[in-house]
Each structure stands twice: as structure tokens, then as C-alpha cells.
């Protein structure tokens, strides 16, 4: 292959917002990873986030030298609000999702409120296309499905630099799925979502999860590859307050089935 034409087909992959997730005794709240994947031509972007993250995303492209309109393929890994809410701003994608996810988006279970509302209808005005197990997106881009957190969830499997990327989506949140072997939240179906950590862990050992930093597994270590170790909580005080939150940090996170569905 010459020089020209191995930079065409290279593949690169940034995350452009972290994904991070807190869980509270007053509830739980996250943030999705958003992640820019490159092939030849292609700009693709993978979960679209939260609305309340859009202009940290438009200046994540910013800095990539990307506006909205040159991003062409828009692939959704499932439709939860903090992964889809600014799909709207991609007008010249092609949206893809799998069909089982639009339909689960249509009528989810009853107790998942975190079903993006009306993003089912904002599809009807986008050029959504459906993809589903083993589909090809570009070379060296395919889809993985991965039910279980939602009925219809999916992931994606890159290669980059040779080397296998999985982008887990909320299949594979954070680092903890690997030895828990299920995801902690999960709205659809367990035995699912444990198949889903199976096979997603037999196709790739490098990890984009949906709410945490990149990783890469190496026998029973979690070696994290890039990303902000912190994140920056804002309190305050002002206005003469006595009383203020406190924050304690614990290692485990309890794997929530209470709204599975079936
Ligand atoms: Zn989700």
C-alpha cells in the first residue's frame, strides 16, 4: 500500500466528552462518553449526549477542527437521553441505530425514564438508517449488538492501529463490568447483559465505555489509557449558607436490577 493510500484508510479515535457517572444516596445522575472516530474520509461520531453537554461537544469539535455539519455518520449506541440528546445537531449524518432500539425507544420499559423522550419522533426528520449484528459501517468499523442494559443496545468494534477498539456503550460502562461480568444498570434483561459483557470481552481488550475513561485490559489489570483522572466539583456557600454538601468517594457501585423488565 503506498504512503497516500495507507493515510486514507488510518483510523483514529478520540473521546471528545469523557464519560463519568455519580451515584448518590439522593440518586444517580451520568454523563455519556461521546467519541470521534476518523476513517479515511469519514467523521463519525459515536453517542451524541446530553443536550445539557451541547456546547461543551460543539467546542470538543472545535478543537478538532470539526463543525456539526462535517460530522456524516452519527451511530447511536442506545437511546438514554445523556446519549442522544443533540443528535438534532448533525444535520448531514446519517443516523444509524438498531431497529430494536427505535422500537424500545417507542415504548420502553415502564420504569426506564431514562428513554430519551420524543428523540423516537426527532428520527422521523433525520436520515436514520438501521444497523444491526455484523453490519459494516466504513472499513475496519462494524456493529456488535449488546441487549441487555436496553432491549436494542448496541456497540461498535474498530480497528485502530491494528489493534481491536471496542466502544461499549452503556453495555460496558465503566471498568468494574469486566470482573462483575453485568453492567450496573440494567433496564431490559440480566442473562442479556451478561452475555453481552462475554461477548464483548471475547472481541476486543480495549475498551471506550459509556461512562468512564478508555481502557485496556491485561489479564486481571485495568489499565486506563487517557482522560481526566478528576473531575472538578462545584460547591458553594455564597449567600451566608451554614449548611453545605459534603462529598464521600466510595470504590463499589451496587449493580441496580430493581426495573428489569423481563
Ligand atoms: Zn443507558
Given amino acids: 500500500m503506498d504512503a497516500k493510500k ?3 484508510n488510518m483510523a483514529t479515535l478520540d473521546v471528545l466528552t469523557y464519560g463519568f457517572a455519580l451515584t448518590t444516596d439522593q440518586g444517580s445522575f451520568g454523563y455519556s462518553t ?4 476518523r476513517v479515511g474520509n ?3 461520531l459515536i453517542d451524541t449526549g446530553p443536550s ?3 456546547p461543551f ?5 472545535k478543537a478538532k477542527g470539526l463543525e456539526t455539519d462535517d460530522i ?3 451511530i447511536l449506541t442506545h437511546m438514554h437521553w445523556d446519549h442522544c440528546q443533540n443528535t438534532d445537531l448533525f444535520t448531514n449524518a446519517r443516523v444509524l441505530v438498531n431497529p430494536t432500539e427505535i422500537d424500545y425507544a417507542r415504548n420502553p420499559n415502564k420504569w426506564d425514564l431514562a428513554v430519551a423522550s420524543g428523540m423516537a419522533d426527532m428520527m422521523r426528520n433525520m436520515k436514520v438508517d438501521v444497523v444491526s449484528e455484523g453490519d459494516k459501517i466504513v472499513d475496519g468499523v462494524s456493529i456488535i449488538e449488546t441487549p441487555g442494559h436496553t432491549k436494542g443496545h448496541m456497540s461498535i468494534l474498530a480497528e485502530i492501529n491494528g489493534e481491536k ?3 461499549a456503550g452503556d453495555a460496558m460502562p465503566e471498568s468494574g463490568t469486566v470482573s462483575r461480568g453485568i453492567p450496573y444498570n440494567i433496564f431490559w434483561d440480566v442473562e442479556d447483559a451478561q452475555e453481552s459483557v462475554e461477548k464483548m470481552v471475547a472481541a476486543s481488550n480495549v475498551f471506550y465505555p459509556g461512562h468512564d475513561r478508555p481502557f485496556r485490559v491485561e489479564g486481571d489489570e ?3 489509557l487517557e482522560g481526566p483522572e478528576n473531575i472538578h466539583v462545584m460547591d458553594s456557600t455564597e449567600g451566608g449558607g451554614t449548611a453545605s454538601l459534603t462529598f464521600t468517594v466510595s470504590a463499589t457501585r451496587t449493580v441496580n436490577v430493581d426495573i428489569v423488565q423481563k
Fill in 57 to 61: 461537544l460543539v467546542k470538543a469539535l
Fill in 222 to 224: 485495568i489499565n486506563y
Fill in 52 to 54: 445539557s453537554r451541547r
Fill in 165 to 167: 477498539v471496542l466502544l
Fill in 72 to 74: 456524516d455518520i452519527v
Fill in 6 to 8: 495507507e493515510m486514507l
Fill in 34 to 37: 461521546n467519541s470521534l472516530l
Fill in 42 to 44: 469519514h467523521n463519525i
